[in-house]
C-alpha cells in the first residue's frame, strides 16, 4: 500500500471520496480550520463543512473552539476499525431479522409447499436443510449423530453458534459416537455405534433425517414430530 492509494482503501472502509480526501489532509494537518482543509483538499469550504460533519459524526474528526473559531483534529487511524464493527453488527442484525421473517412466514404456511414430510435427493440437499435448520425458533434441540461423515460435529457446532448467537440461552442434547468434545451449551452421551440407524437425525420445531450425503427428509408434522422427540427422550434417558 501507497500514499497514493489510502484513498482507495480508505473507500473500502465505507467512506466516500471527499471523506477520504478531507479525513487524510485534516490527519496530515494536525490542529487546523476548515479554511485549510480546504485549500488542501480543493474542495469548497460548505462542502468540506458537510463532509467533517459526517466525520464527526463517524468518529474520525473531533472539533474544538478557540476563541470562538472552529478547529478540527482527525481522530487516530484506529478508530477506523469502529467502523468495520459498525456495518459487521448492522449486516448480523439484518441477518437475525431475516431470519426472523423467514420463520413468521413459514409459520403462517405463506411458502407455497404445504407438505408435511418433504423428501430432498439433490447435490445441496444437506445444504437446503441446514438453511431451514438456522432459522429455527426453538431453544431445544436435540441430536442423534451416528455418522460423523455425513455432518461433522465441527459443522455442527458452527450452526449451533448462528443459532445461538440469534436466540441467546438454548440447550442441546446429542447422543453420538464421540463424547470426547465438551461444551459448555452442550450435554453429550454415547450413542453405541451398533445402533441400527446410521445416519444424522436433527430434533428442533422440525425434524431433519439425513440417511446419507445425498439425501434428506424435511418432517414438519407437529404429531410426528412430538413423537420422534418423545423418542429421542426416551432414548436419552436409557
Known amino acids: ?62 472539533q474544538s473552539k478557540d476563541k470562538s473559531k472552529k478547529y478540527f ?36 404456511d405463506q411458502l407455497g409447499d404445504k407438505r408435511d414430510v418433504k423428501v430432498y435427493k439433490t447435490k445441496n440437499s444437506i445444504e437446503i436443510l441446514f438453511n431451514d435448520f438456522l432459522t429455527t425458533q426453538s431453544k431445544k434441540i436435540y441430536v442423534l449423530a451416528n455418522n460423523e461423515k455425513i455432518w461433522s460435529f465441527k459443522t455442527r457446532e458452527a450452526i449451533y453458534q448462528k443459532i445461538r448467537k440469534r436466540l441467546g440461552k438454548i440447550e442441546i442434547k446429542e447422543l453420538s459416537t464421540d463424547t470426547t468434545i465438551k461444551k459448555d451449551y452442550l450435554e453429550k ?19 431433519i433425517i439425513l440417511p446419507d450425503q445425498s439425501s434428506g427428509i424435511l418432517i414438519e408434522n407437529k404429531t410426528i414430530v412430538d413423537l420422534i422427540k418423545s423418542f429421542f427422550l426416551c432414548l436419552w434417558e436409557k
Not at 39 to 61: A, M, N, V
Open 73 to 108: 483534529t482527525a481522530e487516530s487511524p484506529d478508530k477506523l476499525l469502529n467502523i468495520l464493527k459498525r456495518e459487521k453488527k448492522e449486516i448480523d442484525e439484518k441477518e437475525r431479522e431475516f431470519l426472523r421473517i423467514i420463520a413468521l412466514l413459514k409459520d403462517k
Open 189 to 207: 452421551k454415547l450413542l453405541k455405534s451398533k445402533s441400527s440407524f446410521n445416519g444424522i437425525i436433527v430434533i428442533y420445531d422440525k425434524v
Open 1 to 62: 500500500m501507497t500514499l497514493e492509494t489510502l484513498p482507495l482503501e480508505l473507500r473500502k472502509l465505507g467512506l466516500t471520496e471527499k471523506e477520504a480526501q478531507v479525513y487524510l489532509a485534516t490527519l496530515k494537518l494536525g490542529y487546523t480550520s476548515i479554511q485549510k482543509i480546504a485549500q488542501q483538499t480543493q474542495i469548497s469550504r460548505p462542502t468540506t463543512y458537510s463532509i467533517i460533519k459526517s466525520l464527526k459524526e463517524k468518529g474520525l474528526i473531533s
